[in-house]
Structure formats: C-alpha cells, structure tokens
C-alpha cells in the first residue's frame, strides 16, 4: 500500500544546471500537486495536474519552470538553469478525484534541492 | 486575498499539559479546512478536513474544531511523540488552490 513517493529525496545542482524531480502518486490517484517549502514558512502551492493536463499552474513561475504528469510515468517537475533562490523543498501530494470537492491530499516525502 | 495566519509559532508544553493552537482564515468562500502534521525532514501527514462552522473531528488526543473564521486544534493530555509542526489549510469555493498557513511548532517535554 504505497504512499506518494518522490525521488531523489535530495538533489544537489550547480547553478545554471537543470533539475528534475519525481513524483509517483498513491495508485489510483489521478490528481498531482506540486508544492515549494522554503525553511521556517508555510507550503507554497505551485501547479496541479491530472494525466496529460496542467490544471492550473498560477503558482509555478512563468519562467524555467515546468511540470508534466504523462499518461504513464511519474509526474515530473523541471527547473531549468537553476539559481540559489531555487534551493527548497519540493513536495508532491495527491487525491483520487476533483480537488474542487475539497477532499485531502496526501505528501509524499519530499525532495530537498540545494543549488551552490 | 486568501489568507492563512496560525498562532503561536511555537508551543512548548509539559508531558500531560492541554492547549490549543489556533488557525485564523479569511477565504472567500470555504470549501473547507485541513489539519496536517509535519515532523523533520518529512512531507505533511494527513489529521484532518473540517468544511462547515460548528464541525468538529476528533482522533486520539486531538480534536478540531472549525468557526466561520477560526479553526482550533487541541491537544489533550500530550505526549512527546505529538511534538511536529501542525499546519493549517484552506480551500476557497473558487479555485483547486490550498491555501497554507506557516504552522505552529510544538513541542512536548517528558
């Protein structure tokens, strides 16, 4: 009965590299968000995804940003040429139906990127 | 504008002593209110969803309560297993966005 699970649960980058980042979602669960914690403030929500669609990216920013979640496959969230101010933890969550129905999500672990 | 403010940032308790922790909200209609607990190092666990004032949910020592402004998790008789951060959420009617507060840090002492 596996939870949300992402991977590399830490991810080292120089800047101006690329990071990509994985989220595989509780099995059934169709629905993926994806979220930014920098230390000490609250989760910051970014993108929400079903399978082969962005939902609704209005907190992803605009620019070396980008998240995908395919017919198969995990989710993937793809920062491009990464800066210091990327450094974070960015954790997935998942639902089985419309988030609209106000229905929980569930976290997986998280992955911690540190960009030097 | 959302908005999501939990208080106090930290607690810090005695094994046994019962509190409160308080999730303040502004939301232009709610569709509802979660309760999470996150320890180090780990994503948020799953407590609680509340979505009408005057709700209320209970599990183990923790009860949630919910006011057309205000949520209140409390704790009774904790112990040091029960210290985590516990974050609050809200989702507004209008949109699939949860809305975060930046929690309240407890801590339990033996």
């Known amino acids: 009965n596996a939870g949300v699970m992402q991977n590399p649960r830490h991810l080292v980058r120089r800047r101006g590299q690329e990071a990509r980042l994985r989220c595989s979602p509780v099995?059934?669960?169709?629905?993926v968000y994806w979220y930014r914690q920098l230390p000490e403030e609250g989760l910051k929500f970014m993108v929400y995804?079903?399978?082969?669609?962005?939902?609704?990216e209005s907190g992803m920013p605009k620019e070396r940003f980008s998240a995908e979640f395919p017919k198969e496959g995990p989710s993937i969230l793809r920062i491009q040429q990464v800066v210091r101010g990327d450094s974070a933890a960015y954790f997935c969550?998942?639902?089985?139906?419309?988030?609209?129905?106000?229905?929980?999500?569930?976290f997986g672990p998280g992955t911690r990127l540190t960009v030097l | 504008e959302d908005q999501v403010t939990q208080s106090p940032e930290a607690l810090r308790l005695q094994e046994g002593e019962s509190s409160s922790l308080n999730c303040s909200y502004t939301v232009s209609g709610l569709r509802g209110l979660f309760w999470y607990r996150q320890d180090p190092g780990k994503g948020p666990e799953f407590l609680f969803t509340?979505?009408?004032?005057?709700e209320e949910k209970e599990k183990e020592r923790l009860k949630a309560t919910l006011t057309k402004k205000e949520s209140f998790l409390h704790i009774t008789a904790p112990k040091p297993e029960d210290s985590a951060t516990y974050l609050c959420a809200v989702q507004a009617e209008s949109n699939y966005q949860l809305i975060w507060g930046a929690g309240t840090k407890l801590i339990i002492k033996p």
């Open positions: 509340l979505y009408s004032a005057g």
């Open positions: 995804l079903q399978k082969e669609n962005i939902i609704d």
């Open positions: 099995k059934g669960h169709s629905h």
């Open positions: 969550a998942s639902s089985p139906s419309l988030a609209g129905t106000g229905n929980e999500q569930f």
